[in-house]
C-alpha cells in the first residue's frame, strides 16, 4: 500500500524541486520571521480548540480540518501529533455518516473534501476505510443533468452544494477535484467492482464553462473585454464580481475576479490540462495581469485570505517561484505574501479579515488559511 507520506510535507501542494538557483537566493533570516509566525498561529489555534475537540463550531467539520492541515504542515514540527489532534480527529471521523459523506447538516461537499484532505495529511492507514467512502461520495456528486453520459448542460461535470443548491460552482469543484486528485491512490488500489472516479473529461468541460475565454466557452456571457479574457466566474452566467451592461445590445458580460481564477488555474492542474493548453495559458496571463497583494481583484476585501490561500496553492502547483506580471517585472510572490500576512498578524497570533464575507471574520478559518499559506511560502523561500 502507498501512503502519502510526502503530501503530508507539502500539505497537498505538487512538489516543487528547489533548484540551485531557488537555494542561492533563500533568505535564511527571512524563512526564521515567517516560521516565528507560524508558531505564534499554531499556538492561537492550539488554544482556541474547544475542549471536545472542533475548531469554531462542530457543524461544520471543514474548520476543524483546515486547523488540522495547519498543525500537520508545519515546517518546523514543534506542535506534535498529541492528544488535541487526536481528538480533533475523532471529531472529524464522528461526522462521518453511512453515504460516505463527512458533514453534519449541510455544505456536504466543502464538509466532505477538506475533511478528506486532513485525513490524507495524517498519513494513517486506519482512515484508508473513511477515505475510499467519501471518495465514492464526492464522485457520485458529479453533474449531469442532461443526457446521461452526454456534455449536454453548461454545468455537467462539476460539483455544487450537494443539497439545496444543486447545480455546480467553482467553490465546490475546486475543493472536491482536490480531495480526488490527492486520493487517487486509494481508487488504485481499490478492487471493488463498484469503484468509481470522477469523469475527469467532464470536469473539464465544467471548467471551460466558467472561464472567460471565447475559443472554449460560446455562452452569451462570456466577456470580450481584454481586461477579463482568460479568468474565471462563479459558475455559467454568474460572476461573484458582477458584470457590465452593453448600452447597446443590453448584452451583459460577466467580469473575471481573482480568487476564483486561482482555483481554476488549481482545477485544470488537478485535472491533468498540460500547461502549453491555451486554457492554462490563458488564466495565467488574466492573473499575470491582475497580481496584487491589496485585495481580491473585482472583489476588493472579500474573500481576501481564501484568495491568498489559494494563490499560493495554484502557483506551487504550477511550480512558479518568480511571477512574471504583465508589465514584464518579476516579483518573489512568496516573500510579497509571507510579508503581507506577517503584517496582518494580530498581538495574539491570529488573523481575521474585517470583511465578514464568506466567513472571514471567524478567526479560526483565516488563522487556518493564514498558516497554511506561509507554510507553502516557508518551503519555497
Not at 79 to 103: Q, T, V
Not at 221 to 226: K, L, N, T
Not at 296 to 305: A, I
Not at 317 to 327: F, P, V
Amino acid at each position: 500500500m502507498r501512503h502519502w507520506s510526502l503530501l503530508t510535507a507539502l500539505m497537498l501542494a505538487p512538489v516543487v524541486v528547489e533548484s540551485a538557483e531557488t537555494a542561492g537566493r533563500a533568505n535564511v533570516s527571512f524563512k526564521h520571521e515567517v516560521q516565528r509566525a507560524i508558531d505564534r498561529g499554531l499556538a492561537w489555534l492550539k488554544a482556541e480548540q474547544n475542549t471536545n475537540g472542533f475548531w469554531s463550531t462542530p457543524d461544520h467539520p471543514a474548520l476543524t480540518a483546515l486547523a488540522l492541515m495547519a498543525f500537520k504542515g508545519d515546517p518546523s514540527r514543534r506542535f506534535p501529533d498529541e492528544a488535541y489532534l487526536r481528538k480533533g480527529y475523532a471529531h472529524i471521523l464522528a461526522c462521518a455518516k453511512p453515504n460516505g459523506g463527512i458533514y453534519t447538516t449541510n455544505l456536504p461537499t466543502y464538509n466532505t473534501a477538506l475533511a478528506m484532505l486532513a485525513l490524507v495529511a495524517a498519513n494513517n492507514p486506519a482512515y484508508e476505510p473513511t477515505l475510499r467512502k467519501a471518495r465514492q461520495f464526492l464522485a457520485g456528486l458529479q453533474a449531469d443533468f442532461g443526457e446521461k453520459g452526454k456534455f449536454d448542460n453548461v454545468f455537467d461535470g462539476g460539483i455544487g452544494y450537494g443539497t439545496k443548491y444543486e447545480h455546480s460552482d467553482m467553490g465546490n469543484t475546486v475543493q472536491a477535484l482536490e480531495a480526488l486528485h490527492y486520493t487517487k491512490h486509494l481508487l488504485e488500489d481499490q478492487r471493488s467492482a463498484d469503484a468509481k472516479d470522477l469523469n475527469w473529461a467532464a470536469a473539464i468541460h465544467f471548467l471551460q464553462n466558467c472561464q472567460n475565454l471565447r475559443s472554449h466557452n460560446d455562452q452569451p456571457w462570456v466577456s470580450d473585454d481584454a481586461a477579463d479574457r482568460g479568468g474565471f466566474v462563479y459558475y455559467p452566467g454568474h460572476s461573484m464580481a458582477g458584470g457590465h451592461t452593453n448600452k447597446t445590445t443590453g448584452r451583459v458580460a460577466l467580469r473575471s475576479y481573482g480568487s476564483i481564477s486561482y482555483a481554476g488555474l488549481l482545477s485544470y492542474i488537478y485535472a491533468d490540462l498540460k500547461r502549453d493548453d491555451p486554457r492554462v495559458r490563458a488564466v495565467l496571463e488574466w492573473l499575470r495581469g491582475n497580481y496584487t497583494l491589496e485585495e481580491n481583484p473585482g472583489m476588493g476585501q472579500q474573500g481576501l485570505y481564501y484568495y491568498f490561500h489559494t494563490m499560493a496553492k495554484a502557483l506551487t502547483a504550477y511550480g512558479i517561484n518568480e511571477l512574471e506580471l504583465a508589465d514584464g517585472r518579476k516579483v518573489d510572490w512568496r516573500k510579497e505574501l509571507a510579508t503581507r500576512l506577517i503584517d496582518a498578524q494580530q498581538r495574539d497570533g491570529s488573523w481575521a479579515n474585517d470583511n465578514g464575507r464568506w466567513w472571514e471574520k471567524d478567526p479560526a478559518l483565516v488563522t487556518a488559511y493564514a498558516v497554511l499559506t506561509l507554510e507553502m511560502t516557508h518551503r519555497g523561500l
